[in-house]
């Protein structure tokens, strides 16, 4: 009976391990920088397997890690978590709180009527 409950609890063990580390990982939100799609503090699950699957598409909220770990001062996140705005080949341009993608206005229905951030991220 108690060998039972062991393999049980192994192989439950093991399951969590394979799908925090191939399928399902979760974050907590660093930063303001999302608002008001996400709120600093959140939590979300990250789909691990779908970008094996199909390419980024703009408009998708990835994790990433930060490009140099290094630069991260004490207390900055490793992992960063961004929209998707432009895709590879494509020319990004801020004007006057507009975003410009090959010339074209970017339709931004994510951000909040009015809602302008002064300074890029």
């Known amino acids: 009976m108690h060998l ?8 439950a063990v093991l399951i969590a391990l394979l799908v925090r580390n191939f399928v399902v990982q979760s974050f907590k939100i660093p930063s303001g920088s999302m608002q ?18 199909h390419d980024v598409n703009r408009g998708d909220v990835i994790v ?4 140099d770990s ?19 080949g494509e020319t990004i341009e ?13 339709d ?3 951000l909040v009527e009015g809602d302008q951030d002064p300074e890029p991220r």
Not at 4 to 11: K, M, P, Q, R, S
Not at 94 to 106: P, Q, T
């Open 94 to 106: 801020a004007r006057e709180g507009e975003v410009y993608i090959d010339g074209k206005a970017l």
């Open 70 to 88: 290094a630069a991260a001062g004490p207390g900055e996140p490793e992992d960063l978590i961004k929209r998707v705005i432009a895709l590879p």
């Open 36 to 53: 008001p799609t996400l709120i600093e503090g959140d939590r979300v699950l990250v789909n691990r397997l779908s970008y094996r699957l």
């Open 108 to 110: 931004e229905p994510y």
């Open 64 to 67: 990433f890690s930060r490009p």
């Open 4 to 11: 039972e409950w062991a393999a049980v609890i192994i192989g």
